[in-house]
């Protein structure tokens, strides 16, 4: 689509300069792109890595606590886990992924039992369990903030792909096409001074 502006050579200069800047940005961002594809691909691999690891392991513990629940009463299982003192202090930050910030763990502080209760009244299963659970947690806190990072960056690849295809199949085609159109009118506009010129000078020598 051709661009409302006047058939004049400073329109035309600028119109170039434009479109010079537009496929510089049209490069860079297709590049950041491909950047952010390569990225999110890598991240996909790692997080379905994580999460099947974490699977397995949430069942088996899921599976001894299941166990240990049949020790015991239900509300006497409850109350047991209840006691656990375990804190878990989390600092987050953030860090830059092709140009994006995104969150990430600077530190992850584990304090206090985890097993607060008489071993004698409770299952052993119970135990093993407790101390599976804490041992993945760090993985589990980890999974959690690597998906966070790949909803934000595939939130930039769509806004991304959404600019390249503007300046690839909108901006550019209409600069180029304006340019165009801008140089015929140009050209017109000589042939017609020229074709005016020489008909003033065959006037000029038949006087």
Do not use: C, W
Request: glycine share 4%.
């Amino acid at each position: 689509m051709r661009l409302a502006v006047g058939a004049t050579r400073m329109e035309l200069l600028r119109l170039k300069r434009r479109l010079l800047v537009a496929r510089r940005g049209h490069k860079l961002l297709k590049d950041k792109q491909e950047q952010l594809m390569r990225k999110i691909l890598e991240l996909i691999k790692e997080i379905k890595g994580a999460r099947e690891r974490i699977a397995r392991e949430l069942t088996e513990i899921n599976e001894q606590f299941l166990f240990a629940e049949t020790y015991r009463s239900m509300q006497e299982h409850e109350e047991t886990l209840m006691r656990s003192a375990r804190k878990v202090e989390l600092e987050l930050g953030v860090r830059s992924i092709v140009n994006i910030n995104v969150p990430t763990i600077n530190r992850l502080n584990l304090t206090g039992p985890i097993i607060n209760y008489n071993f004698i009244q409770t299952s052993g299963e119970l135990d093993i369990a407790l101390v599976r659970l804490n041992k993945i947690l760090p993985e589990l806190l980890n999974l959690v903030i690597s998906e966070k990072v790949l909803e934000l960056m595939a939130e930039e690849l769509e806004r991304t792909r959404r600019r390249v295809n503007a300046l690839e199949y909108v901006l550019i085609p209409s600069l180029e096409e304006t340019i165009r159109y801008i140089n015929m009118k140009l050209s017109e506009a000589e042939r017609a001074n020229l074709t005016r010129l020489m008909r003033i000078k065959e006037i000029i020598r038949g006087a």
